[in-house]
């Protein structure tokens, strides 16, 4: 899935819909983009949509991991993988415990570690698509039969709550 | 991973830090803290070296402070459970510091004649904070970051700009060449109110501003020095300006400066005008209690002590926040 946001506010507000979008027992989220392509804030979007105050969502580049606790009992856990080098490091920053029923999990710069990934996720990439400041794509592919539900109605709520018809990628494989 | 002795909260007896700098170097990282595997290898040798050092006697300890976030959990683990280990065998009292309030805490411990009540603003890799500090109290949060540290912009745009580590050295050795006045970057949060910064929305401009000239053609020398001085430029005036705020409003005329983004030598520069200007006094501890160091909290958990604190051996770590303190 494809969609084009034009502003940092309509970012976090996508982000919000997917987190309506998200199973109960919880979903791997792969978030990447260069520096600055507004990855902290679709996190910030998205624990807002889960009920967490965005203020209080800050960079998890050195802590690694930040964990919030969400009012139905679920949890947040907002990784970052950018001082990480190895799969090794990431096991070590105490990924494993996160693989948990009920725990979402949003990791930037995960891409790096896909082979130690857990195969049903979503990878979102933020791009900068011109020298429109403002101007984000977001392309999500899912991986696997509960990231291609929560994909599919993330879609849906793309559709019908912003307005915008988010464009149907060329090729996707899943 | 980081050991000291301390007598009395203020004379520092060893101070011993486990440099992961060139371990992680190659990585680009943001603060030399990572693998806690590494932190269980070396906790033992670095306690000893530290007690070695102070000529001092594990049994002549007489009582054990130990960080308990925020940060890393692992890393943080290996340090509590150590410090909860020799406490209970040394039959001696522990506390759980926050980080932090280390940092605040190294304040003090360079400069002895520092009363409360005073304003500290903590400049780090990790934490952008202002704080109010009053005597024999839990220092009080006025505002913080809401995105990116201010050090952590210094290391993204040091990566941007495809400069060393750490970040922050490299782009102030790259901004004295450069005109800070070349690119005019945003001063985010500067006018709203309240404390909060923000640091997310100048590193995405210098990636804007990097992008653009390199459409033109590779990045050259004087490229870089002018985004390096104008980003630093912008940088430090967000943070003069946040301080001179706080201490206006709160009515306080003295402010220290701590972590390590205040060994940045425009920002002393900067506050050291700022302080003649609005007539209030600031002092920024030495680098070596700037940058992580256990002397800082061993001070901070003295100061607990003195206060009454202890916590019992079910104390837990913590990723962000202020956890169980």
Same mark, same amino acid.
């Given at each position: 899935?494809?969609?084009?946001?034009?502003?940092?506010?309509?970012?976090?507000?996508?982000?919000?819909?997917?987190?309506?979008?998200?199973?109960?027992?919880?979903?791997?989220?792969?978030?990447?983009?260069?520096?600055?392509?507004?990855?902290?804030?679709?996190?910030?979007?998205?624990?807002?949509?889960?009920?967490?105050?965005?203020?209080?969502?800050?960079?998890?580049?050195?802590?690694?991991?930040?964990?919030?606790?969400?009012?139905?009992?679920?949890?947040?856990?907002?990784?970052?993988?950018?001082?990480?080098?190895?799969?090794?490091?990431?096991?070590?920053?105490?990924?494993?415990?996160?693989?948990?029923?009920?725990?979402?999990?949003?990791?930037?710069?995960?891409?790096?570690?896909?082979?130690?990934?857990?195969?049903?996720?979503?990878?979102?990439?933020?791009?900068?698509?011109?020298?429109?400041?403002?101007?984000?794509?977001?392309?999500?592919?899912?991986?696997?039969?509960?990231?291609?539900?929560?994909?599919?109605?993330?879609?849906?709520?793309?559709?019908?709550?912003?307005?915008?018809?988010?464009?149907?990628?060329?090729?996707?494989?899943? | 991973?980081?050991?000291?002795?301390?007598?009395?909260?203020?004379?520092?007896?060893?101070?011993?830090?486990?440099?992961?700098?060139?371990?992680?170097?190659?990585?680009?990282?943001?603060?030399?803290?990572?693998?806690?595997?590494?932190?269980?290898?070396?906790?033992?040798?670095?306690?000893?070296?530290?007690?070695?050092?102070?000529?001092?006697?594990?049994?002549?300890?007489?009582?054990?402070?130990?960080?308990?976030?925020?940060?890393?959990?692992?890393?943080?683990?290996?340090?509590?459970?150590?410090?909860?280990?020799?406490?209970?065998?040394?039959?001696?009292?522990?506390?759980?510091?926050?980080?932090?309030?280390?940092?605040?805490?190294?304040?003090?411990?360079?400069?002895?004649?520092?009363?409360?009540?005073?304003?500290?603003?903590?400049?780090?890799?990790?934490?952008?904070?202002?704080?109010?500090?009053?005597?024999?109290?839990?220092?009080?949060?006025?505002?913080?970051?809401?995105?990116?540290?201010?050090?952590?912009?210094?290391?993204?745009?040091?990566?941007?700009?495809?400069?060393?580590?750490?970040?922050?050295?490299?782009?102030?050795?790259?901004?004295?060449? /450069?005109? @800070? *006045?070349?690119? +005019?970057?945003?001063?985010? $949060?500067? !006018?709203? %109110?309240?404390? #909060?910064?923000?640091?997310?929305?100048?590193?995405?401009?210098?990636?804007?501003?990097?992008?653009?000239?390199?459409?033109?053609?590779?990045?050259?020398?004087?490229?870089?020095?002018?985004?390096?001085?104008?980003?630093?430029?912008?940088?430090?005036?967000?943070?003069?300006?946040?301080?001179?705020?706080?201490?206006?409003?709160?009515?306080?005329?003295?402010?220290?400066?701590?972590? /390590?983004? @205040? *060994?940045?030598? +425009?920002?002393?520069?900067? $506050?050291? !005008?700022? %302080?003649?200007? #609005?007539?209030?006094?600031?002092?920024?501890?030495?680098?070596?209690?700037?940058?992580?160091?256990?002397?800082?909290?061993?001070?901070?958990?003295?100061?607990?002590?003195?206060?009454?604190?202890?916590?019992?051996?079910?104390?837990?770590?913590?990723?962000?926040?202020?956890?169980?303190?």
């Amino acid at each position: 899935m494809r969609f084009h946001s034009r502003s940092p506010d309509a970012t976090q507000a996508a982000a919000g819909l997917l987190a309506a979008s998200l199973p109960g027992d919880g979903l791997l989220l792969v978030l990447s983009g260069p520096l600055g392509a507004g990855k902290t804030l679709f996190a910030k979007g998205l624990a807002e949509g889960l009920g967490v105050d965005p203020e209080a969502v800050t960079s998890p580049t050195f802590a690694i991991c930040s964990e919030y606790d969400l009012a139905d009992g679920r949890r947040l856990a907002h990784l970052d993988g950018y001082r990480l080098e190895s799969a090794a490091e990431l096991e070590s920053a105490g990924f494993l415990d996160l693989l948990v029923t009920g725990t979402i999990i949003l990791i930037e710069w995960g891409e790096r570690f896909r082979d130690a990934l857990p195969a049903d996720r979503i990878e979102i990439q933020i791009s900068r698509p011109d020298e429109t400041p403002t101007h984000r794509r977001l392309d999500a592919v899912a991986s696997g039969p509960t990231a291609a539900r929560a994909l599919a109605e993330w879609g849906s709520k793309l559709v019908g709550e912003i307005g915008r018809q988010p464009e149907l990628p060329e090729e996707k494989d899943g | 991973m980081a050991a000291a002795v301390v007598r009395g909260g203020t004379e520092i007896l060893s101070s011993v830090v486990q440099g992961q700098v060139e371990v992680h170097e190659p990585y680009g990282g943001v603060v030399p803290e990572l693998a806690s595997r590494d932190h269980v290898r070396c906790v033992s040798a670095v306690v000893e070296a530290a007690l070695a050092q102070a000529g001092v006697p594990s049994h002549e300890l007489t009582a054990i402070a130990v960080t308990a976030g925020p940060g890393l959990i692992g890393s943080l683990l290996v340090g509590l459970s150590f410090g909860k280990a020799l406490a209970y065998r040394l039959g001696v009292p522990m506390v759980g510091v926050h980080h932090l309030n280390g940092h605040l805490a190294s304040a003090e411990l360079a400069d002895a004649s520092l009363r409360a009540p005073y304003i500290g603003l903590l400049t780090s890799g990790g934490h952008t904070a202002l704080y109010r500090i009053e005597a024999d109290a839990t220092p009080q949060l006025l505002g913080e970051t809401r995105d990116d540290a201010v050090g952590e912009a210094f290391d993204k745009v040091a990566k941007l700009l495809e400069l060393g580590f750490p970040g922050g050295p490299a782009v102030s050795a790259a901004a004295e060449s /450069g005109d @800070a *006045a070349a690119v +005019r970057f945003p001063r985010p $949060m500067v !006018n709203r %109110a309240g404390f #909060d910064f923000s640091f997310s929305g100048l590193k995405t401009a210098v990636a804007l501003e990097v992008e653009r000239r390199a459409e033109r053609g590779a990045l050259g020398a004087a490229d870089v020095a002018d985004i390096a001085a104008s980003f630093e430029a912008a940088a430090i005036e967000v943070l003069v300006s946040r301080a001179r705020q706080a201490l206006r409003e709160q009515g306080i005329g003295r402010l220290t400066v701590v972590g /390590g983004v @205040a *060994a940045n030598r +425009r920002l002393r520069a900067e $506050m050291a !005008n700022a %302080a003649v200007e #609005d007539g209030f006094e600031v002092s920024f501890p030495p680098p070596a209690l700037c940058t992580d160091n256990a002397a800082m909290i061993a001070a901070a958990g003295s100061q607990l002590l003195a206060r009454g604190d202890r916590h019992g051996l079910d104390l837990n770590s913590f990723s962000r926040g202020s956890g169980p303190l």
